[in-house]
């Protein structure tokens, strides 16, 4: 295979993430963050709207003048208003960013019953892993 025709890792749109992170029905957490201004906005609502083009401009708007965006990883009661632990519903996603020792928890992962869904190599956080609410059998 030539270097032309070495794929490029596959990376998800915003809406692909969500999607993919989420069940449709899903309420979730947006937060749009803006320093320079103070400005701190926060959206609770379903995953289907999130990654729908509508919300997906708007975020892409604030993202282009100053925003940072983002996203709470697990989905919220129906009734939450806010997002506290006492707001999540359910557990679905859980983070791991290793600074140091990424190989070796990468190994421990690899022999346990975990099933990552996403491996992420980068100069800030050497290894960050996604685990789903799924495991290997």
């Given at each position: 295979?030539?270097?032309a ?34 400005e ?43 997002r ?19 190989p070796e ?9 975990l ?23």
């Open positions: 295979m030539n270097p025709e070495k794929a490029a890792p596959f990376v998800p749109s915003a809406s692909e993430y969500i999607l993919d992170s989420f069940q449709h029905t899903d309420r979730i957490a947006m937060l749009v963050l803006n320093r320079d201004f103070g701190t906005i926060q959206r609770i609502t379903s995953a289907q709207k999130a990654a729908s083009p509508e919300f997906q401009a708007w975020l892409r708007y604030k993202n282009a003048n100053g925003s940072d965006i983002y996203i709470g990883m697990n989905p919220l009661k129906k009734d939450a208003a806010t506290t632990k006492e707001d999540i519903e359910s557990i679905s996603h859980v983070y791991l960013d290793l600074d140091h020792g990424g928890a990468l190994e421990a992962v690899e022999h346990s019953s099933v990552p869904s996403r491996i992420t190599c980068s100069t800030v956080r050497p290894i960050s892993i996604k685990l789903s609410g799924k495991s290997k059998g």
